[in-house]
């Protein structure tokens, strides 16, 4: 074999060793050393580092990102024994890659972990409330709670919880009708109060409008009357001055106007002829 060709293979086994000596931590993961399958540090900063060949010492990497945790909608009771189908995720990451090796070894166990973890924590919680505080009273509230207590024991596995959240509350279908039918019948009761009180203020309106009507109908009567009396009182004033004026045409004109009032078509009256009434006609 050539010099050149024992080169070319001693670059090849230097950069084998260089790369069995060596590994990268970038800024997203974090790594767990490994000495003969048994975890013995952690390193979460980044930058190029060295260990021990393979196979004595190897690497896990870890994801050190916000997680998502989403779990399959579960049934939860609560405190007035109304059942809802509850649909929760969470935000969580790995805070200590070495515990959590030991412990659940993978994401999918530590999904594992978290299921039963949350879901036990929203059970017990949720219990304690009725079903308005956690619809709309309270939720957020239990959620810092929950968050709490959950973020408590998954430290254990190296977890941190940063974050838990209903995403869906439902009620589920066999609940349904009833829930909406009561809720039809406090909708009608009031709709009904709304009318009721809608009917009196009506009767107020009606009752005040008339009273008003009847006060504008006696001012108006009262002032026809007056103006009719003043009226009348002219007339009479004016027939009198007339009279004085001239007692014989005054006297003929009415006779004239009852002749017309009196004596219509085919009328006939019965009376003595010496009578005033036929003073004119004789």
Do not use: C
Not at 3 to 14: D, E, M, N, P
Request: aromatic share 8%.
């Amino acid at each position: 074999m050539s010099k050149r060709a024992w080169q070319i293979i001693g670059i090849i086994v230097l950069i084998i060793l260089i790369l069995s000596i060596t590994y990268v931590v970038d800024e997203k993961n974090q790594v767990v050393i490994l000495q003969m399958g048994k975890p013995v540090r952690t390193v979460q900063k980044p930058g190029l580092n060295f260990k021990i060949p393979w196979p004595i010492q190897s690497t896990t990497t870890f994801d050190k990102r916000l997680l998502d945790y989403d779990a399959a909608p579960e049934d939860i009771t609560t405190r007035d024994k109304k059942k809802l189908e509850l649909d929760n995720y969470a935000k969580w990451r790995i805070v200590d890659p070495l515990r959590f090796l030991q412990t659940v070894r993978t994401e999918n166990g530590a999904q594992s972990r978290l299921d039963d973890i949350i879901y036990s924590e929203l059970r017990a919680e949720l219990g304690q409330h009725d079903l308005e505080d956690i619809v709309a009273v309270n939720r957020d509230t239990i959620m810092v709670i929950v968050t709490e207590k959950s973020n408590i024991k998954m430290l254990e596995y190296g977890i941190e919880v940063v974050d838990v959240r209903i995403k869906r509350a439902d009620l589920p279908p066999e609940n349904e009708k009833s829930v909406y039918d009561r809720m039809r019948a406090e909708r009608h009761r009031i709709a009904k109060q709304y009318r009721s009180e809608g009917e009196e203020e009506a009767l107020k309106i009606r009752a005040e409008t008339d009273k008003e009507k009847a006060i504008i109908l006696a001012d108006a009567y009262r002032t026809s009357q007056m103006i009719r009396g003043e009226g009348e009182a002219r007339a009479i004033e004016i027939y009198a001055n007339a009279f004085r004026k001239d007692e014989s045409f005054y006297d003929f004109y009415r006779t004239m106007v009852a002749y017309k009032v009196t004596l219509k078509s085919r009328t006939t009256m019965v009376l003595p002829l010496e009578t005033d009434f036929f003073k004119y006609l004789k």
